[in-house]
């Protein structure tokens, strides 16, 4: 008997293609994982695999296990609060900077769960820590590669991917462990979320879409809404279906959005003060004040608002205004491809004007564009707290138009060049334009990248190297593209296509290896070489108040050594007054324990040593402070002010409390300011403490954090109180 063959199986490009054997069907979709669909070009999926493994060791290179806690790198301020969470569910579902959950950060706890989680499995570590952050850089790289490609091919989608993965900014923010990595990856999924609800017209993914944006949204609360308006308004004029279902639609999944986004800030406010840590950042110890004030309208608004509590106008980006993501500290991190990225824009919803309603080309450049224009204008114009990190969010919006867009202007050229041979009466009029805007568009990115790379020379010969290959590769490329536009020859074209792309990245590559191959700041982190004022333009490298943004670990030291007490900042701070324990810059760097008191690792060891049982080894003013000690410790700290030392976590009545419960021994005031020096309870502290002279700890050691030497004054310093001081 003869047995016959499976049928061929129809492609979606129109062909055939052979039935996989019924013998070998697991080895045939294994091979498809790295070779890709049949329909797809033979090229197409190594190359997504050769640009996630370049992403990868971008964002993993020099990262290792180091075993003490003292030396993880990244923000320490978050890896703080992550080793609390390891050694109390308490302390992880709330997000509380110490293992006592005495104060949270000043951030919904998600990213912390997520980098908790994986401490919980493999240890507390460097790589431990920064595994996630690297998992869901590469992940946002597949997943928009993804997404373009569905709409715009193969080519488009590899084009997008490239310029995600080699975003300098991007580069620099995926090794650290500030949340904002997991914010784009949840963006992202929101963002796939919503074409698929366009193109199809069903519910469900667009609900998902909403939950994705609600746990961006207990990732970095109101930053995550920043591209909402252009996703209501995509799914409002392109999904299919009558108006009527679609606002339907829209409205479950408001309610979806406001659920997955609400929820922890509901179950956090209904407890008890009493029953749960202080909400760090805010005025009245609620999460919602955390919201709308200090990581809502006061980062819009800046030190003037008068919502909640405003940001304190920081801007270590340099001064608000439509001009900001061009100057000489931005620049180099976001800007390369946007002057490409917005002629591609417009030039694309133009060449898509006649399209249906539903155009699904015409809907994922709206949604690209609004993401990118919303971005830019809100960290553009913002007077609060600002960081170079933050538009790190608008990248995928960029690289999106640069692929999809790029693509587009090509598909335009073509015409425009075929236009050229034909007699005016049967070419259409608006061919003939369509020729000169790619070419415009690679001149305009070039020459803003060669912009670019001038105001870094001698800064190393990397950056040379990358200035010479812009320049050739983008004369080639446009050169190329006129030559091939009047001759009419496709090949000619097609490699001043390549050219192009060449001289697109070359510069954004220059600054992503210098950030994967160099120490970053773990709380401001940036790429390439300092170029400019960090607050206000007014002094000092994109790093902080002074100093190149390419500086060591953890507040200023290099990766890997132990922070001996010395703080390190929070991402999303303001500026402080510098040089005391109840101030620094949130950049890190202040003197550990304010002027009138050093915290050394010989003060460390004697805390523990004389713990006696207390749940807190020490109080302190500040959040800096508190989390390099908790690093260095392995035990609770309390910072008694947050971190401006400003925050009313702290009173007289719960000091007392906890030094009669015998759960607090040890507290520093400071004597030159701030809640650990005027406050009603640093003043009981200084009547009913016991001074402890710094040659109680200090004989024989030389390890502290601050060059300078001090000891305890009559004014400020370490006191011992027990349960008899409480009275």
Request: charged share 10%.
């Amino acid at each position: 008997m003869t047995t016959l063959a499976p049928p061929p199986t129809p492609s979606p490009s129109g062909g055939h293609r052979a039935a996989p054997p019924s013998d070998g069907g697991f080895v045939v979709r294994g091979r498809r994982l790295f070779t890709g669909p049949a329909e797809d070009a033979r090229w197409t999926r190594p190359a997504l695999w050769a640009i996630l493994l370049a992403a990868t060791a971008l964002y993993a290179w020099n990262i290792t296990s180091i075993t003490s806690i003292t030396s993880i790198s990244g923000n320490s301020f978050y890896n703080a609060a992550v080793y609390s969470g390891t050694k109390s569910w308490k302390a992880f579902f709330f997000g509380a900077l110490d293992s006592g959950s005495f104060i949270t950060v000043d951030k919904p706890p998600f990213a912390l769960w997520v980098m908790g989680l994986s401490a919980r499995a493999f240890g507390f570590g460097t790589w431990q820590l920064a595994l996630p952050m690297v998992a869901v850089g590469t992940g946002s790289v597949a997943l928009l590669h993804r997404m373009v490609k569905r709409d715009f091919g193969p080519v488009a989608a590899t084009v997008a991917a490239l310029a995600l993965a080699l975003t300098p900014i991007t580069v620099a923010i995926n090794r650290d462990t500030n949340p904002d990595p997991i914010l784009v990856f949840l963006m992202l999924l929101g963002a796939a979320g919503l074409l698929k609800a366009v193109r199809t017209g069903r519910l469900m993914p667009l609900v998902w879409s909403a939950v994705a944006i609600g746990f961006a949204f207990n990732t970095k609360m109101m930053q995550a809404y920043v591209v909402l308006p252009a996703f209501f308004l995509v799914y409002l004029w392109a999904a299919h279906g009558s108006l009527g279902r679609r606002i339907r639609h829209l409205a479950v999944a408001t309610v979806a959005l406001v659920v997955s986004s609400a929820w922890w800030m509901v179950v956090v406010d209904l407890i008890p003060a009493s029953s749960r840590p202080y909400i760090g950042g805010s005025t009245d110890n609620t999460v919602w004040d955390l919201v709308i004030g200090y990581n809502g309208f006061g980062r819009i608004l800046g030190a003037g608002s008068s919502v909640g509590s405003a940001g304190n106008g920081a801007s270590f980006g340099g001064s608000a205004g439509v001009y900001r993501l061009f100057n000489e500290i931005m620049g180099g991190q976001i800007s390369w491809l946007i002057p490409f990225a917005a002629i591609a824009l417009i030039a694309g919803l133009i060449l898509r004007g006649r399209a249906p309603r539903t155009d699904a080309e015409r809907a994922a450049l709206m949604l690209w564009g609004g993401w990118f224009v919303l971005h830019y204008l809100t960290f553009a114009l913002a007077e609060g707290t600002f960081h170079p990190y933050y538009v790190t969010a608008m990248a995928p919006g960029i690289a999106a138009l640069a692929g999809a867009g790029g693509v587009t202007l090509y598909r335009a050229f073509r015409e425009g060049s075929a236009a050229m041979g034909a007699p005016p009466a049967r070419a259409e009029s608006r061919a003939w334009g369509r020729g000169w805007v790619l070419p415009a568009a690679v001149a305009a990115s070039a020459a803003w990248a060669i912009v670019l790379l001038q105001r870094v020379s001698g800064s190393g010969t990397l950056y040379t190297v990358a200035e010479i290959v812009v320049g050739v590769a983008g004369t080639v490329a446009v050169l190329g593209l006129l030559a091939g536009r009047f001759t009419r020859r496709d090949p000619l074209i097609g490699f001043a296509a390549l050219a192009a792309v060449v001289a697109l990245v070359a510069g954004p590559a220059a600054y992503s290896v210098s950030a994967a191959t160099s120490a970053t700041n773990g709380t401001n982190p940036t790429a390439g070489p300092g170029t400019g004022g960090g607050m206000g333009g007014m002094g000092g490298g994109p790093g902080g108040a002074s100093g190149s943004s390419r500086t060591s670990g953890t507040g200023g030291r290099s990766m890997g050594e132990p922070p001996s007490g010395s703080g390190s900042a929070p991402s999303d701070s303001g500026t402080r007054p510098s040089g005391s324990e109840t101030g620094g810059d949130r950049t890190g760097g202040g003197q550990m324990g304010g002027a009138g008191t050093q915290v050394s690792s010989a003060m460390i060891t004697y805390l523990k040593k004389h713990q006696d049982g207390a749940t807190w080894l020490l109080a302190v003013a500040t959040d800096q402070t508190a989390s390099s000690i908790i690093l260095e410790s392995g035990q609770p700290v309390i910072s008694m002010g947050g971190w401006s030392g400003s925050d009313n976590a702290m009173t007289l009545a719960k000091l007392k409390s906890l030094v009669k419960s015998g759960k607090l021994h040890y507290i520093i005031v400071s004597s030159d300011g701030g809640q650990g020096t005027n406050s009603e309870f640093a003043t009981w502290v200084k009547a009913h403490g016991t001074a402890v002279k710094s040659s109680a700890y200090s004989s024989g050691s030389s390890s502290t954090t601050s060059s300078s030497t001090s000891s305890t004054s009559s004014t400020g310093g370490l006191y011992r109180l027990d349960a008899s001081d409480a009275g």
